[in-house]
């Protein structure tokens, strides 16, 4: 993955080069990734995962592929969409400033696209948890027809008629057949490892950094009034919760329900993890609010009233002016620029 660049008309040495140009090397040409770049690890102070490498143990190049595939528009009906169009990484893998997913022939779904991180942890995926595995969750929205609008046979033809894609499995796999599993093993491997846990609050967890007095009053509110439902370290309880919000008249989305076929999961829908939140707007199940602010405003405001409206909800969550303040200053503590810059989850 090294690329050597060369500077002016003909080949110099770099050194050299560099004084004609005034230029250095780019600092952004990721290097080689090594074994220790691939290593699925548990942070400090979380639980164990819910998926277990050990039937798909990542490697070098079970990653690249996933990666390969991830940034892949091929994956969609037309070649125009891929995964990373809706999960774009300086937005920890979130459709930035977009209210709902963008997919095939401009057209946009009903939900807002959630960003990826830690999904090793998670039980269950989708706001409305139709998905129960990380191995299966890319199927949905390759098959969506408002999101990639493709048939799963359909990619592994034109995966099978590249010229790269039969190597990249063997080198992976250690043979060039290409079937569904092993498309979903490699993607498994690169989204499993987009681990979330180097923000300044996990600085502050391990002893690294110190909070300000508004962070530190803002977590203190968090853990009174908030963490109930986004459990630390985590920031979810990985569960479903009617939150309040009346539904869209236009869309009707009854959310667990529609999985479950159980009124007592109507507008129910699942709890994201707060961790990046700040950089992950706008929020809620169908992004109807572009600042967290408006969030804070949402809880302790005046809730929809509902049947299965969560009881720690009836009356909403009381919120003094200054603890919005000190809650918006310490959720912006959750936004982990490491892994939102690490070069290894780019687009190569």
């Known amino acids: 993955m090294k690329k050597l660049l060369v500077y002016g008309v003909i080949a110099l040495p770099l050194s050299i080069a560099a004084v004609f140009t005034g230029c250095s090397v780019d600092a952004e040409i990721p290097e080689e990734l090594t074994k220790e770049d691939v290593k699925f690890y548990v942070p400090q102070g979380f639980p164990q995962p819910v998926y277990n490498f050990a039937a798909n143990p990542v490697s070098i190049e079970g990653f690249e592929l996933g990666r390969k595939l991830f940034y892949d528009p091929r994956l969609s009906r037309d070649n125009t969409i891929s995964c990373g169009s809706c999960h774009m990484q300086s937005g920890a893998f979130s459709h930035i400033e977009h209210r709902v997913s963008h ?37 949905g929205p390759i098959a969506n027809p408002v999101e990639m609008d493709e048939n799963i046979a359909n990619v592994l033809v034109k995966l099978r008629n590249d010229a790269n894609y039969p190597r990249m499995f063997e080198a992976a796999f250690g043979s060039d057949t290409i079937t569904t599993q092993r498309m979903m093993w490699a993607m498994t491997q690169f989204q499993g490892l987009m681990i979330s846990a180097n ?21 203190a509110t968090f853990r009174s009034k908030c963490s109930s439902c986004h459990t630390e370290p985590l920031f979810t309880d990985d569960s479903f919760h009617n939150n309040g919000l009346p539904p869209e008249p236009t869309v009707m989305d009854a959310g667990r329900m529609r999985i479950t076929n159980d009124p007592a999961d109507s507008l129910k829908f699942k709890t994201p993890s707060l961790r990046n939140i700040a950089i992950t707007g706008p929020y809620m199940h169908d992004g109807r609010f572009v600042t967290l602010a408006q969030c804070l405003n949402h809880y302790s405001g005046t809730m929809y009233p509902s049947s299965t409206l969560d009881p720690q909800l009836t009356s909403g969550i009381p919120l003094t002016a200054q603890e919005k303040s000190d809650l918006l200053a310490f959720l912006a503590t959750l936004t982990d620029y490491t892994f939102i810059q690490d070069p290894k989850f780019k687009e190569q």
């Open 199 to 219: 923000s300044k609050y996990d600085q502050v967890q391990r002893g690294e950094a110190q909070f300000t007095q508004a962070e530190q009053s803002g977590l």
């Open 103 to 139: 997919g095939i022939d401009g057209l946009t779904g009903t939900r807002n696209a959630p960003g990826l991180w830690n999904l090793a942890w998670h039980q269950t995926f989708m706001w409305d948890g139709g998905i129960n595995h990380i191995e299966s969750q890319p199927l």
